[in-house]
């Protein structure tokens, strides 16, 4: 997967709104390679958007297109596949397993993949600060500790997009600026495409495109 497209995209609940959005009813493309951030107000579709590109939900009109390929033609086999090579996704709600630690949180996505060594998910634990809450179980942890949990786990497998709902939203400046290293250093690694959302704390990476939803 090559690049994304958006044509003439809108969510159904907006169908009767007027909008000024540069995103919802326009053609817009993503490419791999490019780093992308959606900057929104609350209510706007932020995470609406990022779950249709994930194929999570399909209420919407228009079409989104990966490579030319309308993504409501694709079956479950066809999203698993994506999934688990081609779309990594750090949603807002983090969606992490309570009842389990963080390193087991992170290691059950590995297994999955098998695309990480032990020795690259410790040292991405002690770079953002929670190798120390390795053995926590993740209900115990601070949001912002949850958020690090989830960002090493979205980088536990191959992808060419990765999309990230408000990932730095509860994290102090520091700790935002070496999220966005340990990103950078990845989407490098792998020429990936990067789509960032904000409605506020923005992510620190060097944008190509600033897109108001």
């Given at each position: 997967m090559i690049k994304i497209n958006l044509n003439g995209c809108l969510p159904r609940v907006f169908s009767d709104i007027e909008t000024e959005s540069s995103l919802w009813g326009k053609d817009i493309v993503f490419e791999k390679g490019k780093k992308y951030l959606v900057k929104s107000e609350s209510g706007r579709g932020k995470s609406s958007?990022?779950?249709?590109l994930i194929g999570y939900r399909d209420d919407y009109q228009g079409a989104i297109c990966f490579d030319e390929m309308n993504i409501k033609t694709f079956d479950a086999e066809r999203w698993s596949s994506l999934r688990q090579a081609s779309l990594s996704y750090l949603p807002q709600g983090l969606m992490l397993f309570d009842e389990i630690s963080a390193i087991e949180n992170i290691l059950i996505k590995n297994a999955l993949t098998n695309y990480r060594t032990r020795e690259w998910i410790n040292s991405a634990m002690v770079r953002l600060g929670i190798d120390n809450?390795?053995?926590?179980l993740v209900s115990k942890l601070s949001y912002g500790q949850k958020q690090r949990v989830a960002l090493i786990r979205a980088l536990c497998q191959?992808?060419?997009f990765i999309i990230l709902d408000e990932p730095t939203s509860h994290l102090d400046d520091n700790t935002s600026a070496e999220v966005s290293k340990l990103l950078i250093e990845e989407v490098k690694a792998s020429g990936a495409g990067v789509i960032v959302t904000s409605i506020g704390k923005d992510m620190e990476l060097d944008y190509d495109k600033i897109i108001h939803l």
């Open positions: 958007f990022c779950s249709y809450r390795a053995g926590f191959p992808f060419d």
